[in-house]
């Protein structure tokens, strides 16, 4: 059975940090690149940050490049995003997802996690 699960979730004040982790299962890690996503309430899901296979290629989106940051363990088949500066608009729930190309579009996404609550307050 494949398992993506996010945590690392919780409220934190402006300007705060948080590290989410992504650990996965029942697929081949090592050959997919993972993604995170997030939604906030209202919103359509976007994009946030992605990492390649390896680890040595990465993309964020414009609103949290130089704040956040995306590394991956392929021996513990977990994906971390390090989350610092964080404003109240990252406040939505975050998932991560697997795919099979280094991608940026949700639909190139195979496999998805169950999302984790990030709140950010002012």
């Known amino acids: 059975e494949v398992q993506l699960q996010a945590s690392g979730g919780g409220l934190v004040q402006l300007g705060g940090s948080l590290r989410l982790s992504c650990a996965a299962s029942?697929?081949?890690?090592?050959?997919?690149?993972i993604g995170w996503f997030r939604q906030a309430p209202g919103k359509e899901r976007e994009g946030v940050s992605v990492i390649s296979v390896s680890g040595e290629r990465t993309f964020y989106a414009h609103s949290v490049k130089g704040r956040f940051t995306i590394s991956r363990d392929n021996p513990k088949n977990t994906v971390y995003l390090q989350m610092n500066s964080l404003k109240p608009e990252d406040t939505a729930v975050y998932y991560c997802a697997a795919s099979p190309v280094n991608a940026q579009h949700p639909s190139r996404y195979a496999f998805w996690g169950q999302g984790t609550l990030v709140t950010v307050s002012s």
């Open positions: 029942g697929f081949p890690f090592d050959d997919y690149a």
